[in-house]
């Protein structure tokens, strides 16, 4: 895919490194040939892809800094284009003042995911490749790092390849066979088509679910915990963090502000979210605590309804609280301070309606049970690891694997209306194509490389 303005590129340039101070800072430059813009920096021209130690000179020729000159002539860069990277010295001052000299030589202002946008325009890389540099810089562990750099280094991209390779080749067949509508079915028979079909369905299958898995990876759950005052939702979220993130004390309404802070089980991020305890009240500091839990409540994946085992009666009467919780998140109870009640720690499914529900008995003061919450939090998550397949797919890819896979499922429908089964063929093949962005549109281009940070 070529761009008409890539052909004569302006000169874009960014700080490529994380604003503050750093030992090392590099201004980035890219655009048509850069060669003359390089000597009016340094007074001389770099040879290709070699360190060149210089100064980097204002118009009036005093040294702003001195550092590593890298030239890498089109088309062998990151996106295609002339690149030079100045590498500077790390702090804020310095940087911005390299940057000013290369926008006086010329260059504007590079726009979040200008460079990476290039490298797609370019051929460098393919758009679900392209995302995953951002994925990478944004990964909270080290399980989606890992993921993100298997689809950087082309493997999603490939596996999507490689189903739209099959589906081509069964497209031509039965577009082929359309011209001989008598031989219709003798010809597919012979051709497997169906069992080819099956088997492009079930790659997708196994591509969704990693993808699947991959989102989670990506985004995490939130994990609400909710409950009356004083039942122990603090130390809870203190015990999964490890660390003593939240106040605790006996005085009911000691949390007034949702407190939220990400935790990591077997790669996952689970955002856990401690909030003010849910009673009736004078106080208006605690009160808008609480009309804050009730909006945290409404973006849960998961929530933590925590119950105090030693409590005869509460402040509040569960069923109240219990009856405004959303229907259709997942749910677990949490009966803490067995220690007071002289409970054991145990998973229990709860006999009383709505069924199935998970009770888990732990103490959130001795670390009793925790292991429990963690281990029930993974089965919500519906981790299954698939360890180095997992794919990093986001919303995006997940829509569109969706797609392809509803439209295989109407193909095999349709054998016997071999115009249709051919067009379902088709829009499979189409849906895959927006994942590597064989057929994306510009304004979706546009809203993908404008969540990068500048400078990527
Ligand atoms: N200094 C520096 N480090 C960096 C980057 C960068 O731009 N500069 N990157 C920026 O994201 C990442 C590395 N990505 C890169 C990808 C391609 C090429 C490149 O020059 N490709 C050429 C030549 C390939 C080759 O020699 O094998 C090409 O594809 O033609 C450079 C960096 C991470 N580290
Ligand atoms: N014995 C015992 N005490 C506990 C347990 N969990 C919490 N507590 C105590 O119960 C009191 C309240 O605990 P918190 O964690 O602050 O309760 P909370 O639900 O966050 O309360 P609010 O922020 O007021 O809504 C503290 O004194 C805790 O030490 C437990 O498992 N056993
Ligand atoms: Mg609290």
Known sequence: MQNPAARTPDVIAAIATAPG???????????????????????????????????????????????????????????????????????????????????????????????????????????????????????????AARSAVRSLSGRFSEEIHRIV???????????????FPEEEIEFLERARAMPRLEDIRARLESVLDRARQGA??????????????????????????GEDRAIVTDIAGTTRDALRETIQIEGIPLHIIDTAGLRETADTVERIGIERTWREIERADVILRLVDASAAVTDTTPESIDARLPQGVERITVVNKIDLAGLAAGRIEEPVEPSGRICLQVSAKRGTG?????????????????????????E???????????????????????????????LAQESLGEITGEFTADDLLGVIFSRFCIGK
């Open 21 to 143: 101070r750093g030992g090392i800072g590099v201004v980035r430059v890219s655009g048509a040939s850069l060669s003359e813009f390089a000597s009016a920096l340094c007074g001389r021209t770099p040879q290709p892809r070699r360190a060149m130690f210089s100064a980097f000179r204002d118009a009036a020729g005093a040294a702003i800094d001195e550092g590593i000159l890298l030239h890498f002539p089109a088309p062998a860069s990151f996106t295609g284009e002339d690149v030079l990277e100045l590498q500077g010295h790390g702090g804020p001052v310095v940087m911005q003042m390299l940057l000013a000299r290369c926008l006086e030589l010329g260059a504007r202002l590079a726009e979040p995911g200008e460079f990476t946008r290039r490298a797609f325009l370019n051929g460098k890389l393919d758009l679900a490749q392209a995302e995953s540099v951002a994925d990478l810089i944004e990964a909270s562990t080290a399980a």
């Open 396 to 426: 995006r890819h997940l829509h569109a694997l969706r797609a392809a896979l509803a439209h295989v499922e109407s193909a095999a429908a349709q054998s016997a209306a071999l115009e249709l089964f051919a067009e379902e063929l088709r």
């Open 370 to 394: 925790i292991d429990l919450v963690r281990a029930e939090l993974l089965r919500i998550a519906g981790w299954h690891a698939h360890g180095e397949d997992v794919i990093l797919a986001r």
């Open 165 to 179: 390779d099959a589906l081509v080749d069964l497209r031509m067949l039965v577009e082929a066979t359309l011209d």
């Open 216 to 241: 989670l990876l990506r985004s995490g759950l939130n994990v609400v915990l909710v409950g009356e005052p004083n039942v122990g939702k603090s130390s809870l979220l203190n015990q999964l963090a």
